[in-house]
């Protein structure tokens, strides 16, 4: 696993310190840095992820692995995307009035 801390939207509640001191350091105001690279081994996942989800602003991160290479390419939908649009005929459908 790997995290990514913004410290733009840190606001230094120190919960990520508490919960994964070897992973997060607080600076002299009270807000976070990460220690190392943001490379997190699977021993100190689960504490990584306490600190992740216990975050007020959500301001750390986990990064995805997956590279835009390992997705599957999108079906091919031979469906014209103009069908289901709303249109006067089904807005009724869809519960919405002009």
Do not use: Q
């Not at 350091?25 to 699977?42: E, F, K, N, T």
């Amino acid at each position: 696993m790997r995290i990514r801390l913004d410290r733009t939207v840190c606001d230094g509640f120190g919960i990520c310190a508490k919960k994964a001191p070897g992973h997060f350091s607080l600076d002299d105001w009270g807000y976070a840095s990460i220690i190392g690279d943001g490379v997190v081994a699977s021993e100190d996942g689960d504490a990584v992820m306490r600190a992740l989800m216990d975050c007020p602003v959500h301001a750390i991160m986990e990064m995805d692995e997956r590279r835009p290479d390992d997705l599957p390419p999108p079906p091919d939908i031979e469906e014209d995307p103009a069908a289901r649009l709303k249109t006067e005929s089904n807005e009724a459908e869809w519960g919405f009035t002009r």
